[in-house]
């Protein structure tokens, strides 16, 4: 198995974002995630906020309350549920580029005064024992090394009761990926080592003292967000070979189209699918 390190990971972002703002909508739906899809949805923008609504909804989340987002990407979230609730957010990501962008787009939103920004490691951040109400993580905690490590930074972090909320892709059952082409190709395209399996994520969560709560397979939902990046992949295979024949691309720009590509073919042989979860921190 490949291991990534924050470097690894920051670089990840930094080096796709610009893929991200041709392909997916990013000024508009303010999310780097897979949308979800519902009979009222129109466009992709409208499936990515679609996915901030459901999860706070699923939460619960109140204006009062604190909120951590980790794996913040360019801030929508954190924007989003300024915007929506009130409450209060911060967001955390290992990018210095993002701490740049979302802070910028906090601003533009008008809700400075609610949100801000770190680059941090949620397995290790600087925020005192018991400051938030919640974390919300969308698509940011499978890119941990060691899961464990993130739980147990979250205990600390969080209020006794509090909870955390996940949107993210999870084995449906547990398997070893070594061997299995189009999930190394996805997962390793994406900076990521491996996933959870739901029952993994039971067992990880017993362990650090949470429990999950509430949880939803959305895995159909969001088929119409997989079809849409395998299209953009497709595109992109051209318009990539076509810039290295001039150029020399970074290593994950480089090789991007092709987590596109297999993240289709791994969804469809039911290697992955995505869930929204709640998990609760005991008290």
Known sequence: MKLFTNKDIENYYDQTEVHYRMHWKLDEGMGLHYGIWDENTKNLAEAVLNSNYLLMNMGGIQSSDTVLDAGCGIGGSSVY??????????????????????????????????????????????????????????????????????????????KPGGKILFADIFKPQPYNIVGEKDMLTMLNGWAMSDILSISELHETTARNAFEVSKIRDVSKEVLKSVNRMYLASLVGAIGTKAYNMIYNASHFSKIHYKTGLAQKKAYHKHQWGYYLIMCENKK
Request: hydrophobic letters at 35%.
């Open 81 to 158: 549920l300024a915007s929506h609730l009130g409450c209060q957010v911060r967001g955390i990501t290992l990018s210095e580029k993002q701490v740049k962008t979302a802070t910028a787009l906090a601003l533009k939103k008008g809700v400075g005064d609610k949100v801000s920004f770190s680059q941090q490691d949620y397995t290790k951040t600087n925020f005192p024992d018991n400051t938030f109400d919640f974390a919300w993580c969308i698509e940011s905690m499978q890119t941990a090394t060691d899961k464990d490590a993130f739980f147990k930074e979250m205990k600390r972090i969080i």
